[in-house]
T-cell receptor, first 113, second 118 residues
Framework: DTEVTQTPKHLVMGMTNKKSLKCEQH?????MYWYKQKAKKPPELMFV???????INESVPSRFSPECPNSSLLNLHLHALQPEDSALYLC????????????FGPGTRLTVL | AQTVTQSQPEMSVQEAETVTLSCTYD???????LFWYKQPPSRQMILVIR??????QNATENRFSVNFQKAAKSFSLKISDSQLGDTAMYFC???????????????FGTGTRLKVLA
């Protein structure tokens, strides 16, 4: 299995809602990443987990809360988002870390009303 | 601070022809890695090719090759025998270990939208 899966594919939420994005891989990768990609823009790194520990947080607002319950699963909990947070949220994984090839999921397209 | 610049927002090429996408970067670090990623329309982003800065030899992957000019801080991607499936957004990316903080920096360029014409 060489796939990174993300659910849901699309999410529409209000500014007062709480929702979660889910990412899963079964390649035995020990590094997992969250990126945010606005339309026609490059991905921006948000968080990196290495061996289930948060290793990089790129000054992301606290309304985004990552969680890595186990080595195969990565969540992004969303609360009190703003309309400008609407974007494609990409998850990726790699064998050990940045030096290894990252495998990307298809993304979750988030719309905040 | 590191920056990555892709000066060609859009390009097109005839099928079977060769096309070169440009990427320049700015860094004061000596050890770093460069990548080209491909993001097809509505499909997953995939790694096309990578280059370690300490290697002088240009990386090659089948029809994809790079021209890495370290002194000029240039990292262009050449696609030979272009195919319709090469139509995608191509991102150049830079990664290095920031020695002062012990963390990594991973930066993408703004992308080049490539269209292969039949």
């Amino acid at each position: 299995d060489t796939e990174v899966t993300q659910t849901p594919k699309h999410l529409v939420m209000g500014m007062t809602n709480k929702k979660s994005l889910k990412c899963e891989q079964h390649m035995g990768h020990r590094a997992m990443y969250w990126y945010k990609q606005k339309a026609k823009k490059p991905p921006e790194l948000m968080f990196v987990y290495s061996y289930e520990k948060l290793s990089i947080n790129e000054s992301v607002p606290s309304r985004f809360s990552p969680e890595c319950p186990n080595s195969s699963l990565l969540n992004l909990h969303l609360h009190a988002l703003q309309p400008e947070d609407s974007a494609l949220y990409l998850c990726a994984s790699s064998r050990e870390g940045f030096l290894d090839e990252q495998f990307f999921g298809p993304g979750t397209r988030l719309t905040v009303l | 601070a590191q920056t990555v610049t892709q000066s060609q927002p859009e390009m097109s090429v005839q099928e079977a022809e060769t096309v070169t996408l440009s990427c320049t970067y700015d860094t004061s670090e000596n050890n770093y890695y460069l990548f080209w990623y491909k993001q097809p329309p509505s499909r997953q982003m995939i790694l096309v090719i990578r280059q370690e800065a300490y290697k002088q030899q240009n990386a090659t992957e089948n029809r994809f090759s790079v021209n890495f000019q370290k002194a000029a801080k240039s990292f262009s991607l050449k696609i030979s025998d272009s195919q319709l499936g090469d139509t995608a957004m191509y991102f150049c990316a830079f990664m290095n270990l920031v020695t002062t903080s012990g963390t990594y920096k991973y930066i993408f360029g703004t992308g080049t939208r490539l269209k292969v014409l039949a």
